[in-house]
């Protein structure tokens, strides 16, 4: 297959994974370090040491960018347990080594109940400002079914401060698709969820991962789990309700009133490079895609290893065609999808054939959209909303197929 890679542009972000919570909720496979109830990042030592090794990892990684990083996403884990002075000490370091622009986006994951009103106002000073609320659910009864630690009271506390400090952007997380949940009590939290005047809202359906405590308990699709079904009315649901409320769909998991988009992770749906460091975390620079351990051990050898390394990844770099794989995965979970060009940028004339050969059955069942007059003059594709969304794994799963069938022949 011709390499059609795109010119390798310059980073303008970066993730960081803050990997410590209180407790680990029954369907979370996410890097983690279980903290208890009581400890925050002022008062444990394994916190501490862990923000000393990230901000070692940064200072070891060369410099890429060419001008100061648009984007900043501390991610977790539970990044509100970090302490003032932690965070602090992170995006000092993030500035000495790539510098951050004046009116960066300073976006921090924060879970109601392990938080203060004072730790917001010293996070807001610090530079965040834009902040992802992990409610998940809006009802006591679910929330401890999923091993929550915080409850529907902290939730309203923590939007109440949200309010009182001004936050200029803030988002909700709520999950679809819960135990014993039925397609009334989804309709009730999103209309609490509402009442509270977030500007974005992210939108997940329940996935019951290997090796967690959901997958001990259920099969998908068994009872009290809804059936596939009920979530894909469940999703459809939210998509009316969110857009008559006037939030753009602008993301297949995402909504956001006029201009509030999450712009980091606007960066990711776009393939665009960005810088990762921490625990389990992922970097795509210079086509090169590489994760992190994802235990506190491995990644302390790991950044030791990195510096002695002289901060030289050696993975080679995203062969093309997964770079065309990657494109379509992630530039179609985007209600504006792909642009011809670009799509073209990434393929040779007989890939660009076996996409079309591949997707023409779903453009003509409308699960697809090709904006254009023929294939050939093709401005933009992009999946429907809201049953292009829904059945988007069939669409990709139909693409990666042809397209790797291909290429071994």
């Known amino acids: 297959m011709t390499n059609h890679s795109p010119t390798i542009l310059s980073p303008a972000a970066a993730y960081l994974h803050i990997p410590f919570c209180r407790r680990r909720c029954f369907y ?240 990711y749906w776009h393939n665009q490079p960005y810088y990762g460091f921490g625990l389990g975390a992922a970097s795509y620079t210079q086509h090169q895609r590489v994760s992190r351990p994802r235990t506190l051990t491995t990644y302390g050898e790991w950044v030791k290893d990195f510096k002695a390394a002289g901060g030289i990844h050696t993975e080679p770099p995203t062969p093309a065609l997964e770079q065309l794989l990657d494109r379509l995965m992630l530039g179609l979970r985007l209600k504006a999808g792909i642009s011809g060009d670009e799509l073209r940028s990434h393929c040779s004339p007989k890939t660009w054939a076996v996409l079309y050969q591949t997707l023409t059955p779903h453009i003509q069942s409308g699960l697809v959209v090709a904006e254009g007059d023929t294939w050939d003059d093709l401005r933009c594709l992009r999946l429907s909303d809201p049953e292009g969304f829904l059945f988007s794994n069939v669409v990709l799963s139909d693409c990666f197929r042809a397209l790797e069938d291909w290429q071994e022949r």
């Open 28 to 267: 979370c496979d996410f890097p983690i370090s279980v903290l208890g109830n009581q400890r925050r990042g002022e008062t444990s030592g394994t916190v501490e040491s862990y923000v000393k090794l990230l901000c070692e990892e940064i200072g070891a990684t060369p410099r890429l960018n060419e001008q100061p990083l648009q984007t900043v996403f501390f991610g977790g884990g539970t990044p509100s347990l970090l302490s003032i002075p932690q965070l602090e000490q992170i995006l000092a370091q993030l500035d000495r080594r790539f510098g951050i622009a004046p009116a960066a986006e300073i976006s921090m994951e924060m879970d109601p109940g392990t938080f203060v009103l004072l730790h917001l106002q010293g996070y807001l000073t610090a530079g965040v400002n834009r902040i992802s609320l992990g409610v998940q659910a809006l009802d006591d009864a679910t929330l401890e079914s999923c091993g929550r630690y915080h409850r529907t009271a902290d939730v309203y506390r923590a939007v109440d401060w949200l309010h009182q400090v001004a936050m200029p952007n803030w988002s909700l997380d709520l999950i679809s698709g819960l135990p014993h949940q039925t397609l009334a009590d989804w309709e009730t939290g999103l209309a609490k969820a509402i009442a509270l005047h977030p500007h974005h809202l992210s939108i997940y359906d329940l996935t019951v991962e290997p090796q967690t405590v959901f997958a001990q308990r259920y099969q998908p699709g068994d009872t009290p789990l809804p059936t596939d079904e009920q979530t894909a009315a469940m999703y459809r649901l939210a998509q009316a309700f969110l857009t008559a409320q006037g939030y753009d769909h602008y993301e297949v998991s995402n909504y956001a009133q006029p201009g509030h988009q999450c712009q980091h992770n606007l960066t």
